[in-house]
């Protein structure tokens, strides 16, 4: 590498690291944000005291009991409803609940007005290792609404903003009644299945025949859903808007930015997507093609929700209506975790929101390192010690591929002293026709290869993508504690700086800095398999080689920490069997000494030359000629 090149790359990195330090909101921003978020919380909070008069009292729920992975008991907290935005008239908050859900119905618009989900907490509440579990919470009155749009009498009606007469039909089922004007009525019928995330919504029309065109009925479901991980940056990179049509082809909008699509066909089912839960509505007979749009947009700094929220998230459904006049749409709500199985079940392909990867790589993770992995925690076993036999597992299937790959290093190794002096004999660039035919033939004669060695890590490329895709996306890894890290789908820290380093972070990850190290020592091991480049210009590989797993603490600091936990294992077992193979299965004086006796045997006997050697001699022969010419 020469020192245009060096420049550049400190240039380059220079360039990056004051674009990430001006792209930063400043101190003042990020505490002016916080003042204005914590202003708005506090007066949410009164305003919820004044209004708790007119609000139903709360019943309190009986303490439920839920056996641990360690077999103590964890009492759930009760919790109580949250209006967070004014009611209407008599506004009030009505709640149902089994043993999954707690759901609060706000009669103003008939919507659902907040989530929460028994069995998970939130990582802050999670963080906080009280005994008693506090459900986590996917919205709040306020963050989101559920509504029907249509042109009636030259006006647009929205009934998310009008009151709604609610009847309890059950303890498991409610009603909300509308009645727009004399002999016209909107009927929403929610109710609650038994043990489970889903919830049945039927939207009942009548009396609108003449005054309505039954395709203008849209249904607009919009909602900000609350950040519930450790690191807020990462889930909004992995949440959503995700759609399934009715040709059973999933799609979705961007995660990385603000983004919107119109249906292209008709929709079996929508979701909003987050890391890991989700909200997912279907209809029975789909939502029609025309008029249904989907929109997500991300906060900017500044934002009241910047600091508390993922994104939002909008999606408008033409409700596919044939009979306005006594009109029924049957819809069903999913609130849940996004586990594989779980969503598998509802044998609906709730389960192509998981972003495994595409193609090759998501086969591979849904058939068989998810297999693989479910095993071993269906047995009992810990997910730090699932991790590590996977990775073993892997390694076995692998093995073979290790092995010639170490043998055609140990080849390359070997005939290193022939290569310099090939490289010695033809330094000339004008000459470098003639030493490509003598490497090929050196090659050909000792039956070596510099691809033989390539081809094996290419082999070994789609499992490093497909591992990078899994352990991000795998549920069974969320709060779950290995070692000195509290929780393996985010990053571990065995010291928080209390301030921010650009590009690298606030933190320390002892995983990164494990599985850096092996890549450094694993580098360092093969260093002397790599061949210096010979034409002038061409990055030195060696260096590239050794500041890669640098670059890497930067990149991975903040990513899961049982991915870099896999990738730590994985590359420390590849070390052990790297010096395994050389020290009791490969003898490189038995290896040399069987090149040597094939490459006189090759000398020996007169071979007809190769298509690919006869193609060299004569680009040589021509080069030559013209080189020649160019002489007169």
């Not at 609350?226 to 961007?254: G, I, P």
């Amino acid at each position: 590498m020469d020192k245009k090149q060096v420049y550049g790359l400190v240039l380059i990195g220079l360039i990056f690291s004051v674009f990430t330090i001006l792209k930063q909101p400043s101190v003042a921003d990020k505490e002016k944000a916080k003042k204005e978020a914590e202003k708005t919380e506090q007066i949410k909070v009164n305003s919820i005291k004044e209004a708790s008069i007119k609000i139903e009292k709360e019943r309190i729920l009986a303490s439920k009991t839920k056996q641990s992975t360690t077999g103590t008991q964890t009492a759930i907290l009760p919790v109580k409803s949250n209006p967070k935005a004014p009611l209407v008239g008599d506004g009030e908050l009505i709640r149902l609940e089994n043993e999954k859900l707690i759901l609060d119905f706000s009669t103003k618009g008939g919507k659902v007005a907040a989530v929460y989900l028994k069995e998970f907490e939130s990582y802050k509440h999670f963080a906080d290792k009280k005994d008693k579990k506090v459900p986590l919470n996917l919205f709040q009155d306020g963050d989101a609404v559920n509504e029907l749009v249509f042109p009636i009498s030259g006006k647009k009606l929205k009934t998310g903003d009008l009151a709604f007469t609610a009847k309890k039909l059950s303890d498991h089922s409610i009603s909300f009644t509308l009645t727009p004007n004399d002999g016209q009525t909107i009927e929403y019928v929610y109710t609650l299945k038994k043990d489970a995330y889903d919830l049945d919504y039927v939207i009942n029309l009548d009396g609108f025949e003449g005054k309505v065109a039954a395709q203008n009925v849209q249904l607009n479901w919009k909602s900000s859903l609350r950040k519930t991980e450790r690191l807020l940056k990462l889930q909004k990179h992995v949440s959503t808007v995700c759609f399934m049509n009715n040709k059973e082809e999933a799609d979705y909008l961007s995660e990385m930015s603000d983004d919107n699509q119109l249906a292209e066909h008709k929709i079996d089912w929508v979701a909003f997507k987050q890391s890991y839960f989700s909200s997912i509505l279907k209809a029975e007979n789909g939502f029609a093609k025309n008029g249904t749009k989907f929109k997500i947009t991300n906060f900017k700094a500044g934002n009241k929700k910047f600091f508390t929220h993922i994104k939002d998230y909008s999606a408008s459904m033409n409700l596919n209506i044939s009979n306005i006049g006594k009109a029924s749409v049957k819809l069903n709500w999913f609130f849940g975790p996004n586990d594989y199985h779980i969503l598998k079940s509802y044998d609906n392909g709730y389960d192509d929101i998981l972003n495994f990867g595409w193609g090759m790589f998501r086969w591979i993770n849904l058939y068989f390192f998810y297999p693989i992995f479910s095993f071993f925690t269906n047995t009992g076993t810990g997910i730090g010690v699932a991790i590590l036999l996977l990775t073993l597992v892997l390694k076995l299937i692998l093995m073979p591929i290790q092995w010639k790959q170490f043998v055609s290093s140990a080849k390359m190794r070997i005939l290193k002293p022939e290569i310099d002096e090939l490289n010695a004999k033809f330094p000339n660039k004008e000459d470098a026709m003639k030493k490509q035919v003598e490497m090929m033939s050196l090659y050909r004669e000792s039956g070596a290869s510099p691809l033989a060695g390539c081809i094996p890590a290419l082999i070994q490329m789609p499992i490093l993508i497909t591992v990078y895709k899994f352990f991000p996306a795998a549920f069974e890894l969320r709060q779950k504690p290995f070692l000195w890290a509290e929780d393996l789908s985010s990053y571990d820290s065995i010291w928080d700086f209390g301030f921010t380093i650009p590009i690298y972070g606030d933190h320390m990850s002892l995983f990164t800095l494990l599985f850096c190290g092996a890549t450094l020592a694993f580098t360092y091991l093969n260093s002397g398999n790599v061949q210096q480049p010979t034409q002038p210009g061409m990055p030195n590989m060696k260096v590239m080689m050794y500041v890669m797993p640098f670059m890497m603490i930067f990149m991975f600091n903040d990513y899961s920490s049982g991915l870099s936990y896999y990738y730590f294992i994985s590359t420390f077992i590849s070390i052990l069997l790297m010096v395994v193979i050389k020290q009791f299965f490969v003898d490189e004086e038995k290896l040399k000494t069987k090149m040597a006796a094939r490459k006189l045997e090759k000398s020996t006997v007169v071979k007809k030359k190769s298509k690919f050697q006869e193609r060299l001699e004569q680009m040589q022969k021509l080069q030559q000629e013209q080189k020649n010419l160019k002489k007169k």
